[in-house]
């Protein structure tokens, strides 16, 4: 089964600093990865999406890796800003015999604040 | 810029009492959806749909739990006779047929059983 691992389970910096915050997977056989931000009490906001064959994405002040080998990816966030305050998930879709869905399983995500 | 939306964003219910929560995913998608994240714990798969029926469902998902497209745009989740345990928040999600796989989740319907 898969698991899927979040560190550091929160983070709090002043405003401007980049940042790195990991997700591992313990089954490397994936589809694909999504990176998800969820504020409190509220939905999840797809932010990027890497395919199995992809070593990054990039969407903005947003950067994504992926090295599926190692069952590791990181979201990399530059010049951090109070809005950015939020939750972080990873999810990956793991490849399955018999389902073309394809669930996806979440870390436990990374509570980011951003002070100014 | 299209959205999944859902409905009740929160429902207060008594325990046994059946609880219906309603989605409707992204008009061109063809998969969809549920989850369901408990307070302070992981989001948690529990059933896929298509083509008018479940292609895949968790452990979670035991026969208390129904779901169903009764239209072309609506989906909904029944919890037949609520429990405790099934107090959390309950999400939608959906994806079209081609393209990259993303998922598109709503807002969520928080469950509060009493």
């Known amino acids: 089964k898969q698991e899927v691992t979040q560190i550091p389970a929160a983070l709090s910096v002043p405003e401007g600093e980049n940042l790195v915050l990991n997700c591992s997977f313990t089954?490397?056989?994936?589809?694909?990865l999504q990176w998800f931000r969820q504020d409190p009490g509220k939905g999840l906001t797809s932010l990027l999406l890497?395919?199995?064959?992809?070593r990054e994405q990039t969407s903005g002040r947003l950067n994504a890796s992926l090295d599926k080998s190692s069952g590791r990816s990181t979201l990399y966030i530059a010049a951090s800003q109070p809005g950015d305050s939020a939750t972080y998930l990873c999810?990956?879709?793991?490849?399955?015999?018999?389902?073309?869905?394809?669930?996806?399983?979440f870390g436990r995500g990374t509570q980011l604040t951003v002070w100014p | 810029e299209p959205e999944v939306t859902q409905t009740p964003s929160h429902q207060v219910t008594q325990m046994g009492q059946e609880v219906i929560l309603r989605c409707v995913p992204i008009?061109?998608?063809?998969?969809f959806y549920w989850y369901r994240q408990i307070l302070g714990q992981k989001v948690e798969f529990l059933v896929s749909?298509?083509?008018?029926?479940?292609s895949e469902k968790s452990e979670i998902f035991d026969d208390q739990f129904s779901v169903e497209r009764p239209d072309g745009s609506n989906f909904t989740l029944k919890i037949r006779s609520t429990k405790l345990e099934d107090s959390a928040m309950y999400f939608c999600?959906?994806?079209?047929?081609w393209g990259t796989g993303e998922l598109f989740f709503g807002e969520g319907s928080r469950l509060t059983v009493l």
């Open positions: 749909f298509y083509n008018n029926e479940i």
């Open positions: 999600a959906s994806r079209d047929l």
């Open positions: 008009s061109n998608h063809l998969y």
């Open positions: 890497i395919q199995s064959s992809q």
């Open positions: 999810a990956v879709r793991p490849i399955t015999r018999g389902s073309t869905l394809g669930r996806l399983y």
């Open positions: 089954d490397s056989a994936i589809y694909n």
